[in-house]
């Protein structure tokens, strides 16, 4: 679609032969983006910055809730609000900052657990912070 020239900047590049172009859908250069969640994703992790695969507490997580690591998705709090969930799930949140946490627990569609915890590396460093993880864990695959 070609659009019509209204000030000097427009006119000057029509006559230089620059055709301007006008976008049908803007927000996918702005980065809205819509993250649809595969059926076979059973726990979502929502952190500040997205979790390694291969952190061993993570693995050990996904080991004791009996998920694989292709079942599970890594993202951060800003990915998180483009999420579009279709099933039954786990949410992991991992942070500090409630403001972010609030933002997000309304976006957990769908949730069969949702556990809360502080972020990561905290986390390693507080063993009973780590027990209460362990709990959230246990008493959400008990039902």
Not at 8 to 25: F, K, P, T
Not at 120 to 129: F, G, I, S
Not at 132 to 139: G, R
Request: with cysteine; hydrophobic share 40%.
């Amino acid at each position: 679609m070609r659009v019509i020239s209204v000030n000097r900047r427009d006119l000057l590049l029509q006559q230089m032969g620059i055709e301007q172009w006008q976008l049908y859908r803007p927000e996918v250069l702005k980065g809205a983006v819509n993250i649809a969640v595969p059926s076979h994703i059973r726990l979502v992790v929502i952190a500040e910055k997205p979790l390694e695969q291969r952190d061993s507490l993570l693995h050990d997580v996904l080991l004791s809730a009996e998920i694989m690591s292709d079942d599970c998705l890594l993202l951060d709090f800003e990915q998180a609000l483009h999420l579009n969930v279709q099933h039954p799930l786990n949410y992991w949140l991992l942070g500090k900052n409630s403001e972010k946490i609030d933002r997000t627990l309304p976006l957990c569609t769908h949730a069969i657990s949702l556990w809360q915890t502080d972020e990561l590396n905290a986390l390693k460093q507080n063993p009973q912070a780590k027990r209460d993880l362990w709990q959230q864990i246990q008493t959400s695959f008990k039902s």
